[in-house]
């Protein structure tokens, strides 16, 4: 069965540091997304991607959050200049297309910034 | 508007019991309710969802109960199993933006 995959699992940084988040998702999703899930709390969306472009993002998305899909592949997400409440699981997901609302999840990157 | 409330936050039930989560909405425009399963260190999984067109929706021991009037939804898990183990998200969503909003979470733990 086809699965979301995310590298690495766990990634350690230090504050300022520019990170990126890969994942791959499922080859015939049309819809792509990033969550997070700081520790113990609920998980909250930060974008959603479709056709090349960003269709949705929340207020955590600002401007030092961008996404690409470079290559048909793989989906990034990268934090310019990473802050210590940027610490939490990312989790990216895919979704088939229009009228089917089931998103599917990667195992997540647990990020910490020091 | 936008919220998903959740609870409770931990519920303890016996094996072979029935566990209960419960959510509210606020926002009528949502129309796709999922409940996603996560175990420690895994991402979220979708276990049942339901469209506000219908009131029940079951699969296995896993019932959504869904009150449109109320803007509720509930998960019954029947016969609870040591497996089930496990933190219970419900979402929802519309379909003109498919971005889910989250629920708190209910870490579930069955008793053997």
């Known amino acids: 069965e086809p699965e979301v995959t995310q590298t690495p699992s766990h990634q350690v940084t230090q504050m300022g540091q520019e990170v990126i988040l890969r994942c791959v998702p499922i080859s015939n999703h049309l819809y792509f997304y990033w969550y997070r899930q700081i520790l113990g709390q609920k998980v909250e969306f930060l974008v959603s991607f479709y056709n090349n472009e960003i269709s949705e993002k929340s207020e955590i998305f600002d401007d030092q959050f961008s996404v690409e899909r470079p290559d048909g592949s793989n989906f990034t997400l990268k934090i310019r200049s990473t802050k210590l409440e940027d610490s939490a699981m990312y989790f990216c997901?895919?979704?088939?297309?229009?009228?089917?609302?089931?998103?599917?999840f990667g195992p997540g990157t647990r990020l910490t910034v020091l | 508007q936008q919220q998903v409330k959740q609870s409770p936050q931990s519920l303890i039930v016996q094996k072979g019991g029935i566990s209960i989560i419960n959510c509210a909405y606020e926002?009528?425009?949502?129309?796709?309710f999922p409940w996603y399963q996560q175990f420690p260190g895994k991402g979220p999984a979708l276990l049942i969802a339901?469209?506000?067109d219908v009131s029940e929706k079951k699969e296995g021991r896993f019932t959504i109960s869904f009150n449109k009037s109320a803007k509720q939804f509930s998960l019954h898990i029947m016969d609870s199993q040591p497996g089930d183990s496990a933190t219970y998200f419900c979402?929802?969503?519309?379909?003109?933006?498919?971005?889910?909003?989250w629920g708190a979470g209910t870490k579930l733990i069955i008793k053997p």
């Open positions: 979402a929802a969503s519309r379909n003109s933006n498919y971005q889910l909003i």
């Open positions: 339901i469209r506000p």
């Open positions: 926002n009528t425009a949502f129309d796709y």
């Open positions: 997901a895919g979704q088939p297309g229009t009228g089917n609302n089931e998103q599917f």
